[in-house]
């Protein structure tokens, strides 16, 4: 069966009672016949095969599900790829905490538009699109309005794991297709790689959104501590926008694939001289690594006024020491993904400069296996799901 043949086979029962209901699309009834026909494919759940963790911590395992009718400003996406978030694996195991079950991951989506609401301008059927790690917000909030949705003050409405207006669970891209309000779409230029883009969408807005925000650029020293999903994005992405960077990284393994991306130089942070060769060198530090680790000593790697950019989110408080800061007035920001407007910008710069995610494409039925080779560290560098090669 395709994607779509539950639909289909719901169109043909709707023509069959149709044409019981109204004896037939004659006469006056033709009309009256034709509306009815398309008020019910409107009302028609769309039946949807994907991966769910049916509890926390569970391995994901096959499970359908409906998608809600395509409403008159929102598109049908058949997802042709998803990468694979540490996040992901996080909220599968209820890690950060209320989490609902069953639960279908994904938030780095692309796929092609296969259907269109009446009211849609933003995209059109066959062109490819993508979602990211929310689907809705409350559009009207100071956040909202000056479209950092990401920062909503009423919540986001996240892609998964989320509940959607009308209550309903929302559920992710380890699937067939998904049904999206097209403000909350992006366009995706034609130009970039379909199988490397779906991570720009979590992994590239996260090292984008605060690089261009405290205007990283020409002549600045950049260094982004960690190499993995984030890190490698922040790479590739601060190079293009004209930074001099350099990765550190625990250990020298990674030295290689870090020249490979861009970087200019590499320091091991399991050296304890790194921290004092490299003392006051960098204007800007994008830190990525999740782990607790020592805040105090990467805060005395920039110089004056330099900045300490938090996309990594460790599990236990940190101590800071205010001599830190205060002695170079130095500070220390955070930054989440970003919103709809700037999440295109990304792409945009991105399709401008050639830069996708670099990734391991795997069949679905290797989601459980991939999971354990993320907590290991073991990708390079990040895992994207082929749903083409079927669920
Ligand atoms: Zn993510
Ligand atoms: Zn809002």
Redesign the pocket.
Same mark, same amino acid.
């Given at each position: 069966m395709g994607w779509d043949g539950g639909l289909d086979r719901r169109r043909q029962v709707g023509y069959i009672i149709l044409a019981n209901g109204l004896k037939g699309p004659k006469s006056s009834g033709t009309q009256k016949y034709t509306n009815r026909l398309k008020q019910m494919e409107r009302e028609t759940m769309l039946p949807t095969r994907g991966y769910a963790a049916l509890q926390a911590g569970a391995a994901l395992e096959p499970f359908t599900f409906e998608r809600r009718p395509v409403g008159p400003h929102e598109a049908l996406i058949r997802i042709r790829y998803c990468g694979i978030c540490h996040s992901d694996i996080h909220q599968a195991r209820d890690e950060w905490g209320g989490a609902t079950f069953p639960m279908v991951p994904g938030h780095e989506i692309v796929g092609t538009v296969v259907k269109v609401g009446e009211a849609v301008k933003k995209v059109r059927e066959g062109e490819i699109a993508g979602v990211g790690c929310f689907v809705d *917000?409350?559009?009207?909030?100071a *956040? $909202?309005s000056q479209g950092l949705?990401q920062y $909503?003050?009423?919540g986001?409405i996240l892609t998964y794991n989320g509940r959607d207006k009308n209550g309903e669970p929302t559920y992710g891209g380890y699937s067939t297709q998904i049904v999206v309000d097209e403000n909350y779409l992006l366009q995706i230029p034609k130009t970039l790689a379909l199988e490397g883009t779906g991570p720009l969408l979590c992994a590239g807005i996260t090292t984008y959104s605060p690089l261009r925000h405290w205007g990283v650029g020409k002549g600045h020293k950049l260094a982004v501590v960690g190499l993995g999903g984030l890190g490698h994005m922040a790479v590739k992405i601060g190079r293009a926008l004209g930074a001099d960077v350099t990765v550190l990284s625990h250990s020298g393994g990674k030295r290689k694939e870090a020249e490979r991306l861009g970087a200019t130089e590499f320091a091991e942070t399991g050296h304890k001289e790194t921290f004092t060769s490299l003392a006051r060198k960098f204007d800007f530090i994008i830190d990525t690594v999740s782990a607790p680790h020592d805040f105090n000593a990467y805060l005395e790697l920039l110089k004056t006024d330099g900045t300490l950019i938090l996309v990594g989110v460790p599990d236990q408080p940190m101590q800071i020491g205010a001599f830190g800061l205060i002695l170079q007035r130095r500070r220390i920001v955070g930054s989440l993904i970003g919103g709809i407007r700037e999440t295109q910008e990304m792409l945009d710069f991105c399709a401008d400069h050639g830069i996708t995610s670099d990734v391991e494409v795997i069949p679905m039925q290797q989601v459980n296996e991939a999971y354990e080779r993320v907590i290991r560290g073991d990708v390079r560098f990040r895992f994207v799901i082929d749903l083409d090669s079927g669920i």
């Open positions: *917000s409350c559009r009207t909030c *956040s $909202c949705e $909503c003050e009423k986001m």
